[in-house]
């Protein structure tokens, strides 16, 4: 069975701090997906990056950068220069790919970020 | 575009009453979801239509009742719910089912049973 853990459970830091959100995860599968999804107070889970098994480079997106190492399972996320629109849940998930069936999302506790001014 | 709505945003219903929650996207998938999600918690699945059929049901309460009318539409009748049912509920799409592809989540309608 899949798992995803997200050790840490809330992390407060001040803006332009920089942070980063741990997830380990666990999968007996050679050919797996992961995700990372932000979840403001307002509800929506907002998706944020999908990486999948073979591909360990790693990622920037603007201040997101993702550090995938399989050695580790793990797939940490980090924050530059945080900004309080970046208080957030964050949650870290994964997916095997199952051809001809349906596969699931399992997703990790999640991660409670505060950033304050 | 990678917008899914829903609505309403939020409800209070009875627990006699009979409500539904209503899901579209616009993003020609096949496959659309419902979750649900307690305060503090991970989103939990409830149900996945793949190609307007259903194909999991991860052993829901038959007060929740799921309905896809078309490839863009996913409903979820409520009837006799209990107060603990009360939470955030999630629906999410994706071009397929296979886990491959990346699911894209709506806004939630937060429901309050009393």
């Known amino acids: 069975a899949q798992k995803v853990t997200q050790a840490q459970t809330e992390i407060s830091v001040v803006e332009k701090e920089d942070v980063t959100l741990d997830c380990v995860y666990e999968?007996?599968?050679?050919?797996?997906?992961l995700f990372w999804y932000k979840q403001p107070p307002s509800g929506e889970l907002v998706f944020l990056i999908r990486?999948?098994?073979?591909?360990?480079q790693n990622e920037i997106s603007g201040r997101y950068s993702w550090n995938f190492q399989k050695s580790t399972s793990s797939f940490n996320f980090t924050i530059t220069a945080s900004q309080v629109v970046d208080s957030a849940v964050y949650f870290c998930?994964?997916?095997?790919?199952?051809?001809?069936?349906?596969?699931?999302?399992?997703f990790g506790k999640g991660i409670t970020l505060s950033v304050r001014p | 575009d990678t917008e899914v709505t829903q609505t309403p945003k939020h409800l209070v219903m009875g627990m006699t009453n009979k409500k539904s929650l209503k899901c579209e996207q616009h993003?020609?998938?096949?496959?659309m979801y419902w979750y649900k999600q307690k305060a503090k918690k991970p989103p939990e699945l409830m149900f996945v239509?793949?190609?307007?059929?259903?194909?999991i049901n991860e052993s829901v309460p038959s007060r929740f009742s799921p309905e896809c009318p078309n490839s863009s539409l996913l409903n979820l009748h409520l009837h006799a719910l209990q107060p603990e049912d009360s939470a955030l509920y999630l629906c999410?799409?994706?071009?397929?089912?296979?886990?491959?592809?990346?699911?894209?989540f709506g806004p939630g309608t937060r429901l309050l049973v009393l």
């Open positions: 999410a799409s994706s071009q397929g089912s296979s886990g491959v592809e990346t699911q894209y």
């Open positions: 999968t007996r599968d050679t050919t797996y997906y």
């Open positions: 990486r999948n098994s073979f591909d360990e």
């Open positions: 998930a994964l997916t095997e790919s199952l051809a001809g069936a349906n596969s699931k999302l399992t």
């Open positions: 993003m020609g998938h096949r496959a």
């Open positions: 239509y793949s190609y307007e059929k259903l194909s």
